[in-house]
């Protein structure tokens, strides 16, 4: 029973069984995994869902605009529950009629896949509001000088909209982290779910789940540190505005 | 100070916020009618060819469930905001150990996942409860009994670690100015406080309330992993009962998206109502 | 460019899935990702061990298919496996007429009667006018709940869901329930372990009722497998013609958990 002795008893925690250490720690790498996949697929689909929402056609900007406030407006616990059910099907529906056939998709990937489009939705949202704090003179100065579109893009918007966007982009990859734990109510073994198992197992529920908060907690302490010192180097030259 | 517009770029970009909602003239360009057209036919199929006999079964449920999502999300809000606003002063004036503790506090509940805290406090906690008699003799075992009060302590420090954080930015950019007049002019600390300070501040926050909000209404169905019934609970019973899967979860997806929508409304209509100087 | 930055999405979209696009050789083994001793529970090195994980290695070794175990959420485990996350449930999933429409369900491999515990302070018998005015805790699309909500609920008692059979248990424990009704062997492994044995006993069996009980748990698998089903249901027949079955089971109880 989880009386105090047991909550002492941090052999619970130990890394070889039988603690569970090892156990709790695996999750938090299955979490980080998920955590930096779908970051990294929601950058790409908030990348061109930036560019579709500024510079698309009209059925773009309105199909962009759709999904950003889809995302938006309902809880991540039912958008993971219907993109991990309805999504990874359709997906394979899809992938079906162009001729690939059946894919298996791991859970691995349909967590990657869920955490990425919610992700998705919100990075767009930053990187649109980054673009457009770029001053209009400097994008029409490079169009000026004859640069393609793309090549405004990859020479002038994208590097200078960076320093607006990093302090959106890296609280979104707090989010992702804290995100993943979600996860859980779909079964997928990540931090949350093991420490439910194992506080399960072996009673201790409030000495896990203070573990996990630990994990968790470390995760986005270390995460903050690294950020401050992208930020600072994507601020060098930058006027301290306040 | 570079915190607040942080915050803020964030709670826009996860949140729908009055600024986002469509102009009544927007809607009727030929393209769009074409889409609205096309979303139609999508929502006619959606209705005929997918299961929706359940509803009627499930109706008075259902209403039951998203009073208990609105009563969630309205007393964790208000009780949130009230513990944010110490939260956010002594960050910005107190002595330094309430100092420390208050940015500790929401440095934590801001780092972990909201799903843990809940299952810590409900599980962990809840499980050692019992253990005393003291407790379980107390007038609070009836209600430390069911499940919603831990719903209630989760959702609201959530709230308040978010919102307090805020508040921060809002205590500490009311301009230096009003205050020393408010000074000058002889006020008491509390007066200053009560009278200029605080309603400057929570005028400050009044945007980013809008977003907050509508995050806390996205965190509420996470209760229902704890027991409570809500809104989120009612469609997980019904996927439960019928073995239907999408269905009740596009529905409930609607929901929250009218739900969100009319929480949005509601708050523009109110900003509107509060006076602003122009900038 | 816009286009060139979509395509490049799209295609590292795919490139993901097509990366996750194991050879889909090896059969999907879902159940409930949560401790049900002692039929799955993790250990500390993060396996899955227990009678039914025993189970289902015996049967698919003597089927000759290859085996993964795969936990999957309980609520969900129906869909995941009509929508082809799993291929096989193994997961003390009883056989009923309920969910004979959605899935198929190969002959049965065990079957236990449902009992009713509660705490060791308070006596009560397992019947609707024992437990009438009480709170009842079971697991959340099961025969249990199914069960409960008709006998109990509608006599009076307040029928509380949860997602796993473990956190029923530690309210129970907890103090925020008046009884648990689950699969007998279930309840016995909790009033065993240090929790079950101080705080709640065992109240009683409930009275069968098979069109809600059902007649034992199967491997459930989606609908129009038929050729899946006659190899399951074959091997089923082997190991309890040649002594796996019994083998194993021993280790487990001094009972015979087929039933009748």
Request: with cysteine; charged share 15%; hydrophobic share 45%.
């Amino acid at each position: 029973m989880a009386d105090p002795i047991s909550f002492l008893n941090w052999s619970l925690l130990a890394l070889e069984p039988p603690g569970w250490g090892g156990v709790l720690l695996r999750g938090l790498m299955n979490s980080i995994e998920i955590a930096i996949g779908g970051y990294t697929f929601g950058l790409l689909l908030g990348i061109g869902g930036a560019c579709g929402k500024l510079y698309g056609g009209p059925i773009t900007r309105d199909l962009m605009e759709c999904y950003t406030t889809i995302v938006r407006a309902v809880p991540e616990l039912v958008l993971i529950l219907l993109l991990y059910y309805a999504g990874t099907d359709a997906l394979n529906y899809v992938l079906g009629l162009v001729g690939i056939g059946q894919v298996d998709i791991s859970g691995l990937v349909a967590g990657i896949f869920v955490i990425g489009v919610v992700q998705g939705a919100y990075t767009t949202e930053v990187l649109r509001g980054a673009i457009k704090a770029v001053p209009a003179g400097q994008i029409e100065a490079a169009r000026a000088y004859g640069m393609s579109p793309y090549k405004v893009m990859t020479r002038v918007t994208l590097p200078a909209m960076l320093p607006y966007a990093i302090p959106g982009l890296s609280n979104l990859w707090l989010i992702a982290t804290k995100d993943t734990a979600l996860l859980a109510v779909v079964g997928f073994s990540e931090l949350t779910l093991v420490t439910r198992q194992a506080a399960g197992s072996t009673k201790a529920y409030l000495l896990f789940f203070c573990a996990a908060g630990v994990l968790y907690l470390m995760l986005t302490l270390v995460s903050d540190l690294i950020i401050r010192i992208i930020e600072r180097r994507a601020r060098r030259g930058f006027v301290e505005q306040s | 100070m570079s915190e607040t517009p942080t915050t803020d770029i964030t709670t826009h970009a996860m949140a729908i916020t009055p600024e986002d909602l469509p102009a009544a003239e927007g809607f009727f360009k030929p393209h769009r009618i074409v889409l609205l057209a096309i979303a139609a036919g999508l929502v006619f199929c959606i209705v005929w060819f997918m299961r929706w006999d359940w509803i009627p079964q499930y109706l008075p449920r259902l209403g039951y469930g998203i009073m208990i999502t609105l009563a969630m999300l309205f007393s964790t809000s208000i009780l949130g905001f009230l513990l944010a606003v110490p939260l956010g002063l002594v960050q910005v004036t107190g002595p330094w150990p309430l100092k420390a503790l208050a940015k500790g506090f929401c440095t934590v509940v801001r780092g972990t996942p909201l799903l843990l805290q809940l299952w810590l406090l409900y599980y962990g906690l809840g499980s050692l409860f019992p253990q005393f008699p003291a407790i379980r003799q107390s007038f609070l075992w009836p209600y430390l009994r069911e499940s919603w009060p831990y719903g209630v302590a989760a959702l609201t420090i959530s709230f308040a670690a978010y919102e307090g954080e805020v508040m921060r930015g809002a205590f500490a950019g009311v301009p230096a100015g009003e205050i020393e007049a408010a000074r000058a002019y002889g006020m008491s600390r509390w007066t200053l406080f009560r009278r200029i300070w605080l309603p400057r501040a929570i005028h400050r926050a009044l945007p980013t309330l809008t977003g907050e909000t509508v995050l806390q209404l996205k965190a509420t169905p996470l209760v229902a992993t704890i027991t409570v019934i809500d809104v989120y609970a009612v469609i997980s019973k019904v996927r439960q009962d019928t073995y239907i899967t999408y269905e009740p979860l596009l529905l409930l997806a609607l929901i929250y998206m009218c739900l969100t929508g009319i929480l949005v409304i509601a708050f523009r209509t109110l900003e509107n109502r509060i006076p602003t100087r122009g900038a | 460019m816009k286009k060139t930055l979509k395509t490049i999405a799209f295609s590292l979209a795919l490139g993901i899935v097509a990366a996750g696009a194991v050879a889909a050789e090896p059969l999907k083994v879902g159940f409930a990702a949560e401790p049900y001793p002692p039929f799955t529970s993790p250990d500390a090195s993060g396996n899955w061990e227990g009678w039914e994980v025993e189970f289902e290695k015996a049967i698919c070794a003597e089927a000759k298919l290859e085996c993964v175990i795969t936990p999957v959420a309980w609520d969900g485990i129906i869909p995941a496996l009509t929508s082809k996350k799993i291929d096989m449930i193994i997961g003390s999933m009883s056989i009923t007429e309920e969910r004979l429409k959605t899935i198929d369900f190969s002959d049965k491999y065990y079957n236990t009667p449902t009992g009713v515990i509660g705490p060791k302070s308070e006596t009560f018998e397992a019947t609707p006018e024992g437990l009438k005015g009480k709170t009842i805790g079971v697991q959340v699309s099961t025969i249990h709940q199914v069960y409960a909500s008709k006998y109990f609920g509608e006599n009076g008692a307040t029928v509380k869901e949860y997602q796993t059979q473990d956190e029923a248990n530690n309210d129970l424990a907890a103090g925020r329930l008046d009884a648990v009704q689950a699969d007998s062997i279930a309840l016995g492994a909790f009033l065993k372990s240090d929790q079950g044995k101080e705080c709640c006993d065992l109240k009683g069996m409930v009275k069968d009722d098979p069109a809600i009980l059902g007649a034992g748990v199967g491997i459930g698998i989606r609908k129009g497998e038929d050729e899946l089903k006659a190899k399951l249901n074959a091997a089923i027949k082997a190991i309890r013609a040649n002594g796996t079955y019994d083998t194993f089971s021993k280790k487990y109880f001094d009972f015979d958990v087929y039933g009748q």
